[in-house]
């Protein structure tokens, strides 16, 4: 695994939101995240606080099957 510099990385942040979100969303989600007080961490430990383990891992499958279709 090779460490990224941290432009790389903004980069590459801002490429996937781009690509996932579009353009003008990705721009409306980092304006989001600035302009309030945001704890990633705190964020990140509760967003699938009320899903099991099982369940967790079913929608990431079922994430990883529509990926793989064309």
């Known amino acids: 695994m090779t460490i990224q510099a941290d ?3 903004k ?3 801002f490429e996937i ?3 996932h979100l579009g353009l003008v969303e990705a721009e409306r989600f980092i304006t989001l995240i600035q302009r309030e ?3 990633y961490t705190q964020w990140r430990q ?3 606080a009320e899903l099991s383990g ?3 891992s079913r929608q990431a499958m ?3 099957q529509q ?3 064309p």
């Open 67 to 69: 990926k793989q279709q």
């Open 11 to 13: 980069i590459l942040g």
């Open 54 to 56: 099982e369940e967790i």
């Open 46 to 48: 509760n967003l699938f």
């Open 17 to 19: 939101l781009s690509r």
């Open 37 to 39: 007080r945001f704890d």
């Open 7 to 9: 432009a790389e990385i």
């Open 62 to 64: 079922v994430l990883h």
